[in-house]
């Protein structure tokens, strides 16, 4: 099935409802698509698992960001399979997976979403950088006085931190040496 057949014929709001917690993954199955065909749920589940991968650099870059004392959290709009990416990536040895739209039931650009964060955090929007891929968030954040950068890659991040002052010292893990030298940190 094409990208397209698949957008023609799937539920148009079954996967929003399950990101926001309003379904469970099995009532996601049976609405997946609009003629509630059976659908593989496990089959999309290994397909998402096995896509879960950092991007280059990041890893370092997010150790880097914790050896500095930077405080970080996930803002996604994901639900609850964001166990899987927690169990493949181990991203809560950088961040805390504060808030997911599984939890709040709210989503991303929603502006709502972001002044709860920051009454969660207590903190200043002008405070809070705020990382995105897709522009369209950034810009909500930015709406907010949230500081709001567009990630487009390793690189270019770390040098839109610095120009933030923010301190991306340390092992940077640009090369496989490096990356196993971390992980080894990180063992038992």
């Given at each position: 099935?094409?990208?397209?057949?698949?957008?023609?014929?799937?539920?148009?709001?079954?996967?929003?409802?399950?990101?926001?917690?309003?379904?469970?993954?099995?009532?996601?199955?049976?609405?997946?698509?609009?003629?509630?065909?059976?659908?593989?749920?496990?089959?999309?589940?290994?397909?998402?698992r096995r896509?879960?991968?950092?991007?280059?650099?990041?890893?370092?870059?997010?150790?880097?960001?914790?050896?500095?004392?930077?405080?970080?959290?996930?803002?996604?709009?994901?639900?609850?399979?964001?166990?899987?990416?927690?169990?493949?990536?181990?991203?809560?040895?950088?961040?805390?997976?504060?808030?997911?739209?599984?939890?709040?039931?709210?989503?991303?650009?929603?502006?709502?979403?972001?002044?709860?964060?920051?009454?969660?955090?207590?903190?200043?929007?002008?405070?809070?950088?705020?990382?995105?891929?897709?522009?369209?968030?950034?810009?909500?954040?930015?709406?907010?006085?949230?500081?709001?950068?567009?990630?487009?890659?390793?690189?270019?991040?770390?040098?839109?931190?610095?120009?933030?002052?923010?301190?991306?010292?340390?092992?940077?893990?640009?090369?496989?040496?490096?990356?196993?030298?971390?992980?080894?940190?990180?063992?038992p």
């Open positions: 099935m094409s990208m397209k057949e698949l957008i023609d014929c799937k539920h148009p709001t079954a996967w929003i409802e399950f990101e926001r917690g309003l379904i469970n993954e099995m009532e996601l199955a049976r609405k997946f698509f609009k003629d509630e065909r059976p659908f593989d749920l496990e089959g999309l589940k290994n397909c998402m896509g879960y991968s950092y991007v280059e650099g990041f890893e370092g870059l997010l150790h880097a960001l914790k050896q500095n004392s930077y405080e970080m959290h996930a803002f996604t709009n994901y639900p609850i399979w964001y166990e899987m990416i927690e169990d493949k990536l181990k991203l809560s040895s950088y961040l805390s997976w504060s808030f997911c739209s599984c939890f709040t039931g709210k989503r991303k650009p929603e502006p709502e979403f972001y002044f709860d964060v920051l009454r969660h955090l207590d903190v200043e929007p002008g405070s809070c950088i705020f990382i995105d891929d897709r522009m369209r968030n950034v810009e909500a954040a930015m709406d907010v006085g949230i500081v709001g950068l567009h990630f487009k890659d390793v690189n270019m991040l770390r040098q839109d931190l610095a120009m933030l002052g923010i301190d991306i010292s340390g092992n940077k893990c640009n090369n496989n040496e490096d990356l196993a030298e971390l992980e080894q940190e990180h063992l």
